[in-house]
């Protein structure tokens, strides 16, 4: 493959994941095995403590060894974190019709590079409140710790979804703010299932 003139190897990855029953599993990754520049590797789990989908609890970590373009983890719309040792932690509990979920997710190394952000934390609710109409309400939250001192971000999307039949419709406010400033989407999807 050629990238901006330069001559770049087939990127070739390989993965497995064990699932020890209902109880959890473990995996792993290998990627960019063909790249002279660095080789990324990848360890993950999945606990069900109480061997239901009731409650979920998940892990991984991520590190890259090399000086090539580093991969991107998108949280938000707008925002990635990157790093060469990336982490990640979340917890889900579903109970008849409320969820709750909370996530983690950061770069272990602390430094100045192009990312602005260390770190993400997220959270979310959601409840059904029938069959066909359900709300959930999401924020999250983007800190640095290094020298540039990017101020916080904050956020948060109330949502709303109609479902009936093969159809889903979905609106609600993406909220950011910033150093005094505000950002606002208004996302409205239409699902149709075949």
Known sequence: MEELGEDKPFDFGVGAEYDFGELF??????????????????????????????????AGYSYY??????????YSENI???????????????????????????????DDDENPYDMYIGAGLGYSINEHFSVALEGQCFLDFSNENAK?????????????????????VDMEFCDGNVFAQFPVSWVYSF
């Open 80 to 110: 990635s974190i990157v790093g060469k040792n990336m982490y990640n932690a979340s917890v889900e509990y579903t109970l008849t019709d409320f969820s709750i979920a909370a996530e983690i997710a950061g770069d272990a190394e602390v």
């Open 25 to 58: 599993s473990l995996g792993a990754k290998v990627g960019d095995i063909l790249d002279s520049e660095g080789i990324s590797f990848g360890v993950f789990a999945m606990v069900r403590p109480l061997k239901s989908d009731d409650l979920i609890i998940r």
């Open 152 to 172: 916080p971000l904050f956020g948060f999307e109330p949502a709303f979804a109609f479902s009936t039949g093969n159809h889903e419709l979905s609106f609600g």
């Open 65 to 74: 060894s090399g000086e090539g373009a580093l991969e991107e983890e998108g």
